[in-house]
């Protein structure tokens, strides 16, 4: 079958979720830049793979799919290697209640609200909005203390497997830890800590690190 081809920028948290997936999966892939912050915005004829201008898109054969979540699933169930869903019903509920949980509540309080406030526009030369990191860090707090609630006795959130809720919270938390304040309170949640030493010590996690 075709090799699967991956659309979207490498910065980005969830093209980042479906690379990790990829990568724990061992799938050989391409992955095609596409940059939707570009002047203008993405090229036209991204608009055939996401109807909405986001990424990731993700094509494999004749299937397209624009959706973070459906891609993870599809690349877990369709290639051969270690599973990345729970084998019961249960705990696929609660690794969706996960994924579901972050992405309402943890994406842009971690990474826009925080780590883009705080690195990226002193980095880039514009100014912070002190007030707007102030809001977001009691947001931050609940984030990573119902996080930490959900997680499972072992070193992975579900317990001992490595699960797409793993692979789903990396790429925010590695945004997020980039600013002082971010460090400092998952140091302050012990087991989340340890979670994310060993998550970050993995050579998908590694391979997918970007430098932007």
């Given at each position: 079958?075709?090799?699967?081809?991956?659309?979207?920028?490498?910065?980005?948290?969830?093209?980042?979720?479906?690379?990790?997936?990829?990568?724990?999966?061992?799938?050989?892939?391409?992955?095609?830049?596409?940059?939707?912050?570009?002047?203008?915005g993405p090229p036209a004829w991204y608009a055939q793979l996401h109807p909405f201008g986001k990424i990731p898109a993700f094509?494999?054969?004749?299937?397209?799919?624009?959706?973070?979540?459906?891609?993870c699933r599809y690349v877990d169930e369709a290639f051969d290697g270690p599973a990345l869903q729970p084998s019961t019903a249960?705990?696929?509920?609660?690794?969706?209640?996960?994924?579901?949980?972050?992405d309402a509540y943890a994406y842009r309080t971690l990474v826009w609200d925080i780590y883009v406030e705080r690195v990226s526009?002193?980095?880039?030369?514009?100014?912070?909005?002190?007030?707007?990191?102030?809001?977001?860090?009691?947001?931050?707090?609940?984030?990573?203390?119902?996080?930490?609630?959900?997680?499972?006795?072992?070193?992975?959130?579900?317990?001992?497997?490595?699960?797409?809720?793993?692979?789903?919270?990396?790429?925010?938390?590695?945004?997020?830890?980039?600013?002082?304040?971010?460090?400092?309170?998952?140091?302050?949640?012990?087991?989340?800590?340890?979670?994310?030493?060993?998550?970050?010590?993995?050579?998908?996690?590694?391979?997918?690190?970007?430098?932007?």
């Amino acid at each position: 079958m075709a090799r699967p081809v991956l659309y979207g920028a490498a910065y980005s948290v969830y093209v980042r979720i479906v690379r990790l997936a990829l990568a724990e999966k061992r799938v050989d892939h391409d992955l095609v830049e596409v940059d939707i912050f570009a002047p203008g915005g993405p090229p036209a004829w991204y608009a055939q793979l996401h109807p909405f201008g986001k990424i990731p898109a993700f094509e494999h054969g004749a299937l397209r799919l624009f959706e973070t979540q459906a891609i993870c699933r599809y690349v877990d169930e369709a290639f051969d290697g270690p599973a990345l869903q729970p084998s019961t019903a249960a705990d696929r509920a609660v690794m969706a209640e996960i994924v579901g949980m972050l992405d309402a509540y943890a994406y842009r309080t971690l990474v826009w609200d925080i780590y883009v406030e705080r690195v990226s526009k002193p980095r880039d030369g514009r100014t912070t909005d002190e007030e707007r990191i102030a809001l977001a860090l009691p947001r931050a707090r609940h984030v990573l203390d119902v996080l930490e609630a959900l997680k499972r006795p072992g070193p992975w959130l579900l317990g001992d497997r490595l699960t797409l809720a793993d692979l789903h919270a990396a790429p925010m938390l590695a945004y997020f830890v980039q600013s002082p304040e971010g460090a400092a309170m998952l140091a302050d949640t012990p087991s989340l800590s340890t979670w994310y030493g060993a998550l970050s010590a993995r050579t998908s996690f590694r391979d997918t690190e970007s430098t932007v």
